[in-house]
């Protein structure tokens, strides 16, 4: 796992000083402390930081092919590398080194922009061709690895690993960017398709860009997609079988390792399950860790531990303080960009411990987006029996009018909080699936807005982007949908940020063998009733792991990191959430009525309604405009 930076001069190329693209892999030291390199050409500069895990002496970067016409700087891992390496030697390629960076050179001078189809992986990487002067820029089928790009005012296209990398650059404009402002306080996360910086962008995933030397830049082209409009044919015994054996393949890829490997463990269904297949495939104890906390109702060190004596693990636990919260200055400097799942903290709290033993741990992320895991997804896919059921008029009409005047009761038991189920059956399954999946909705984040940041906006509404990605999905169902839209939005832009940013925090690097994209193209075809069987979700794969795991592990209800931040925003941060709307930075800005800031923060402190989300959404705002240095 390593960082990478660059700058490419397109229409009139110019000499690239080395000593800036270094300076730009430096502000991403972490991401690789074992090496750095620069390479330059007239037009182009390529910089890498490296954080050695295969071949570690043979493949420093930025790396030339064997002829010396193609140069690569390369973040990530290729799983296939060998068998690829094998067909190209079988082609005349000539291989120096014994790592899958070279791979890629060699694939592209064969395949051309192709080579992607047949990278199995997470990668970003930048390669330059000076035969045909051209720098192919690619990012991975699902987003695991970041890749940050600005188009500066000398006309040169700067890229980065992440978005401190592109800040080193002394012509990057600080202007914010309202659309993202609007996305972030709705989703609690900046999505793909914006960055907190007017022109920066992120390029997609799934996503390259062809640049060429004398010629204007093109826009991002997409090479993968994820398609959810056929069905598997067979029975459940047939499918259990079949997924079996592609995670087998998964897992077992990913353990491909030339330094400490091990796996992170909290005890649920796909974290117990990657430790599961990991167990049988090594002939050594799976290196573990948890961390836990000191609440019981919200600590699951006791799955954790149950399942490391099951399966023999080196296993390590941690119980975190509930009042970790004087770290959250260091975590919003980990994102660049305001980021508010406030799971990131206990995330980066696992990666620390787990760094203190390995250098690569295997996760069990993207299950729940595959399989349909998440409570939501099962309650769109209900809900979308209704819809269907009862004509549109009259859910308008009568569910519509009854969840406007319905009291929003966060103090009420949760069967008593009607009201955003209401106002979610009242609408389309796309715009319902947004309303579920938003941390505030329009109406709430207008009433926060001055009228002058409601102008700037100019009508944009964050939701319309996650509606018109459902609504062009290649799918079939409403179920079908949501996982579509929480696969290519939620999952990259929150859960894959998450991950990245705080195990590159630590120098560790992060594996997600349930994100194999062969395996998630099955869960894609499966039947709905092979995902969601009435109100189990990830049906098929927990039913394929019952040979493995307990029962208690894998019906138990999902719990996930629980972070205490009501509690803190009443208590020890208190002061903080007050602060807010007396706020110098925010208020400089001109985005919020202060008014209505107090109202949010009093309200909250009081006990009167649940408004922690929002005031920790606008906490991490002030801190990562403060670390952007943002000029309006």
Same mark, same amino acid.
């Given at each position: 796992m390593c960082g990478i930076a660059g700058i490419f001069h397109a229409e009139t190329p110019k000499p690239v000083d080395p000593v800036r693209v270094e300076r730009m892999c430096e502000a991403m030291v972490h991401r690789g402390p074992d090496g750095s390199g620069v390479w330059t050409e007239h037009g182009v500069g390529l910089g890498h930081r490296r954080l050695s895990i295969i071949d570690l002496e043979g493949s420093p970067q930025p790396m030339q092919s064997a002829d010396g016409r193609a140069v690569i700087a390369f973040n990530g891992e290729?799983?296939?590398?060998?068998?690829?390496?094998?067909?190209?030697?079988?082609?005349?390629?000539?291989?120096?080194?014994?790592?899958?960076?070279?791979?890629?050179?060699?694939?592209?001078?064969?395949?051309?922009?192709?080579? +992607? /189809?047949?990278?199995?992986?997470?990668? $970003?990487?930048?390669?330059?061709? !000076?035969?045909?002067?051209?720098?192919?820029? @690619?990012?991975?089928?699902?987003?695991?690895?970041?890749?940050?790009?600005?188009?500066?005012s000398d006309g040169s296209i700067a890229f980065a690993s992440e978005l401190k990398g592109l800040l080193a650059h002394p012509l990057l404009r600080r202007r914010a960017n309202p659309a993202a402002l609007d996305a972030y306080l709705t989703w609690g996360y900046v999505p793909d398709t914006h960055s907190? +910086? /007017?022109?920066?962008?992120?390029?997609? $995933?799934?996503?390259?860009?062809? !640049?060429?030397?004398?010629?204007?830049?093109? @826009?991002a082209r997409r090479w993968w997609d994820i398609d959810f409009s056929n069905r598997e044919k067979g029975s459940e015994a047939e499918m259990s079988a079949r997924l079996v054996h592609l995670m087998r393949d998964a897992v077992q890829s990913r353990m491909v390792s030339d330094v400490p490997l091990g796996a992170f463990l909290s005890g649920g269904v796909d974290s117990s399950s990657v430790v599961a297949l990991m167990s049988e495939a090594s002939p050594e104890p799976v290196r573990t860790c948890s961390i836990g906390f000191d609440v019981k109702g919200v600590d699951e060190t006791s799955y954790a531990k149950a399942i490391a004596e099951k399966f023999g693990t080196a296993h390590t636990a941690r119980i975190v303080a509930q009042d970790d919260f004087a770290a959250i200055d260091d975590l919003a400097a980990m994102f660049d960009e305001p980021f508010a799942d406030a799971s990131a903290l206990p995330t980066w709290r696992v990666c620390q411990l787990a760094r203190e033993q390995v250098t690569v741990a295997l996760s069990g992320d993207g299950a729940d987006e595959a399989f349909a895991g998440y409570r939501?997804?099962?309650?769109?896919?209900?809900?979308e029996r209704i819809r269907s059921i009862i004509p549109a008029t009259m859910r308008e009409t009568v569910l519509g009018g009854l969840g406007k005047v319905w009291p929003k009761a966060d103090w009420a038991p949760r069967p008593l909080r009607a009201k955003s189920t209401l106002l979610a059956l009242a609408a389309s399954g796309e715009e319902g699936y947004a309303r579920g999946l938003s941390v505030m909705d329009q109406e709430q984040r207008n009433s926060l807005y001055s009228d002058q940041f409601v102008a700037q906006l100019s009508g944009f509404r964050a939701e319309d982007e996650l509606i018109g990605l459902m609504r062009n999905a290649p799918a079939r169902s409403g179920l079908d949908r949501a996982q579509y839209a929480d696969l290519k939005f939620w999952m990259p832009g929150d859960i894959l940020t998450k991950v990245d940013r705080t195990s590159m925090a630590t120098s560790l690097e992060a594996r997600e063998p349930l994100l194999d994209h062969r395996l998630v193209e099955f869960a894609a075809r499966l039947p709905e009733a092979m995902r969601v069987k009435g109100t189990t979700g990830k049906y098929l794969l927990k039913k394929c792991m019952e040979r493995y795991l307990p029962q208690d592990i894998l019906y138990r209800p999902k719990q996930g990191f629980v972070t205490p931040i009501a509690e803190w925003l009443r208590g020890p941060l208190s002061n903080q959430a007050r602060g807010i709307a007396s706020s110098g930075i925010l208020a400089s800005t001109g985005w919020?009525?202060?008014k209505a800031l107090q109202t949010l923060a009093e309200a909250h402190i009081s006990g009167r309604s649940d408004n922690s989300r929002p005031l920790w959404q606008l906490i991490m705002l002030e801190k990562s405009i403060t670390g952007l240095n943002i000029n309006g």
């Open positions: 290729i799983y296939n590398f060998r068998e690829l390496r094998s067909e190209l030697e079988k082609c005349g390629a000539k291989f120096r080194t014994q790592g899958d960076t070279e791979v890629i050179l060699a694939a592209w001078q064969r395949w051309g922009t192709a080579c +992607l /189809e047949r990278l199995h992986g997470m990668f $970003a990487f930048a390669l330059y061709d !000076l035969d045909k002067r051209q720098l192919f820029l @690619a990012r991975d089928r699902f987003g695991v690895k970041p890749l940050f790009l600005a188009r500066l907190m +910086l /007017e022109g920066v962008e992120k390029l997609p $995933a799934g996503h390259f860009i062809l !640049l060429e030397q004398g010629r204007a830049p093109e @826009a939501r997804q099962v309650f769109h896919h209900n809900e919020f009525d202060q």
